[in-house]
Nanobody
């Protein structure tokens, strides 16, 4: 059974940076797309960023474009979300997710239901 585990969350001041990691474990891996989502208190979970297996296709929500960077190291079964110029409105629980049905070069999905495996989430809090 595949598991995803996020790390790297924490408390940071506005304008600061954090780097989230997502490690996949549990079996031999075929290709998968990786997405990051977040859920703020009282709000629905929303798409943040996604990357395909090849790493050549990256996509972002408009709210984070230019500030966040998604990347991955397939040799380490690890994905990353570098978050710069953080704002208080970025405060949320951040989740990584894997879509095992997406081709290596396909555009990754932005919809939650397309993802098969989810991590437990990591809290990011940005103070003003």
């Amino acid at each position: 059974q595949v598991q995803l585990e996020e790390s790297g969350g924490g408390l940071v001041q506005a304008g600061g940076s954090l780097r989230l990691s997502c490690v996949a474990s549990g079996r031999s891996f075929s290709s998968y797309a990786m997405g990051w989502f977040r859920q703020a208190p009282g709000k629905e979970r929303e798409f943040v960023a996604a990357i395909n297996w090849s790493g050549g296709g990256t996509y972002y929500a408009d709210s984070v474009k230019g500030r966040f960077t998604i990347s991955r190291d397939n040799a380490k079964n690890t994905g990353y979300l570098q978050m710069n110029s953080l704002k208080p409105e970025d405060t949320a629980v951040y989740y990584c997710a894997a879509d095992w049905h997406r081709g290596s070069y396909e555009r990754p999905a932005e919809l939650e239901y397309e993802y098969d495996t989810w991590g437990q989430g990591t809290q990011v809090t940005v103070s003003s």
